[in-house]
C-alpha cells in the first residue's frame, strides 16, 4: 500500500468526468487500498480517485463511527431535504465554506468485490457521499457556495478536530 500525493485544485484532472470502472480487478483492489490509506494520512473523511489523479469512479469514505466504505461507480439515486453544513476538501487545503447538502441520500454502486449495493445515508455521510460523488464529476464544493463570502481561511491541519468541526473530504 502507499500513500499518494493529493492532486491540488486547480489541477485539470479534478475537473475532468471521470470513467466508469468496467472490471473489478486487482488494480482497482490497489486503488482503494492506496486511497484509503492516503485518506487517513491526511486526517481526511473521504477521498475520491480524481484527487490522487486516477480519473475513475471510485471513492472511499471513513466518517467517525460509521464503517469504511469504499464504491464503485456510485450514483445519488434519491436525495431527501436540505442543511446547512461546513466543509472543507483536502484538495482545496487550508479554507473551508458553509453549504447547502441534502439530509439523506439514496446512493447505489458496487462494493469492492463488484457486488451491486444501496447505502441509505444522512448527516455527515450523506455529505461526504456527496461531496465525493461531485469530485468523480468534476465538481469541488466551491462550486455549490452562494457567494465567495461562505469561504473562509482556516489553518492547517495537524491533528484530529472535535466532533462538530467541519471536515475534509
Ligand atoms: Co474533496
Known amino acids: 500500500m502507499a500513500v499518494v500525493p493529493i492532486r491540488i485544485a486547480p489541477d485539470p484532472v479534478l475537473r475532468q468526468r471521470s470513467k466508469r470502472v468496467r472490471i473489478v480487478d486487482t488494480s ?8 484509503i490509506e492516503t485518506m487517513h494520512d491526511a ?3 473521504g477521498l475520491a480517485a480524481p484527487q490522487i489523479g486516477i480519473p475513475l469512479r ?5 466518517v467517525p463511527e460509521e464503517e469504511e466504505i469504499a464504491l464503485i ?7 431527501r431535504g436540505e442543511r446547512r453544513v461546513d466543509e472543507g476538501c483536502l484538495s482545496v487545503p487550508g479554507y473551508m465554506g458553509q453549504l447547502e447538502r ?3 441520500v ?20 450523506a455529505q461526504a457521499l456527496e461531496h ?17 463570502d461562505d469561504l473562509r481561511k482556516v489553518e492547517p491541519k495537524e491533528t484530529e478536530e472535535p466532533e462538530d468541526a467541519g471536515k475534509e473530504l
Not at 58 to 62: H, T, W, Y
Not at 73 to 79: A, F, L, S
Not at 111 to 123: L, Q, S
Open 106 to 125: 439514496t446512493v447505489k454502486g458496487r462494493d469492492r468485490n463488484g457486488k451491486e449495493i444501496r447505502i441509505k445515508a444522512v448527516e455527515m455521510l
Open 28 to 35: 482497482i483492489h490497489t486503488l482503494i487500498k492506496d486511497m
Open 43 to 45: 486526517l481526511g473523511v
Open 132 to 148: 465525493e460523488i461531485d469530485h468523480i464529476n468534476g465538481v469541488l464544493y466551491l462550486d455549490r457556495l452562494d457567494s465567495m
Open 102 to 104: 441534502s439530509e439523506s
Open 58 to 62: 471510485v471513492i472511499v469514505i471513513a
Open 73 to 79: 461507480n456510485p450514483e445519488i439515486v434519491r436525495r
